[in-house]
T-cell receptor, first 114, second 114 residues
């Protein structure tokens, strides 16, 4: 069975600094997607970034980028120039196979200090 | 483009009652997913509907059920409510046969069982 592990329950970063959130996963599938979702206090789950496993190039969305290491089954999220609005719970998620479901990590609560 | 909508925002029930939660997907999306986010248990996949059919089910008892209507909206029913059913219930949607792309989430329904 596939699993997703986020080993950092909480992280803190100063405004304008850079922070990296870690995620590892386990799977025997070769074709899958990985995602980072953000859940602010409003509870709305917002897609931050996606990565297709077959693509070697790391995905980037403005201030957000990933470091995808397929052999190591690692998928970290880097947030550059952190802003107060980035404060939220961040979930790493895996989607693969025929089940179509998302498998989530336990989340990392990110605090941004002014 | 309107996002995924869910109703009600909050729902308070007592043990043994039934709860009905509703979800409208993004226009053009035919797949609807339900997730439970319970304190201490993280995000867990409940159900997947596509084209009116239940396609996959998570590890939940049969008292969790649902359906998808011809307009692709969906209902989640929870019968014989237990205290442990108190959670945030998130609905997500995606286009049919999009492969392993992202799912887009609604704001959730907070179910409280007293």
């Amino acid at each position: 069975a596939q699993t997703v592990t986020q080993s950092q329950p909480e992280m803190s970063v100063q405004e304008a600094e850079t922070v990296t959130l870690s995620c590892t996963y386990d799977t025997s599938e070769s074709d899958y997607y990985l995602f980072w979702y953000k859940q602010p206090p409003s509870r709305q789950m917002i897609l931050v970034i996606r990565q297709e496993a077959y693509k070697q190039q790391n995905a980037t969305e403005n201030r957000f980028s990933v470091n995808f290491q397929k052999a190591a089954k690692s998928f970290s999220l880097k947030i550059s120039d952190s802003q107060l609005g980035d404060a939220a719970m961040y979930f790493c998620a895996y989607r693969g196979g025929a089940t179509n479901k998302l498998i989530f990590g336990t989340g990392t609560l990110l605090a941004v200090q002014p | 483009e309107a996002g995924v909508t869910q109703s009600p925002t909050h729902l308070i029930k007592t043990i043994g009652q039934q709860a009905t939660l509703r979800c409208s997907p993004i226009s053009g999306h035919t797949s609807v997913y339900w997730y439970q986010q319970a304190l201490g248990l993280g995000l867990q996949f409940l159900l997947w509907y596509d084209e009116g059919e239940e396609r996959n089910r998570g590890n939940f008892p049969p008292r969790f059920s649902g359906r998808q209507f011809p307009n692709y909206s969906s209902e989640l029913n929870v019968n014989a409510l237990e205290l442990e059913d108190s959670a945030l219930y998130l609905c997500a949607s995606s286009p049919r046969m999009e492969g392993q792309g992202p799912q887009f989430f609604g704001p959730g329904t907070r179910l409280t069982v007293l």
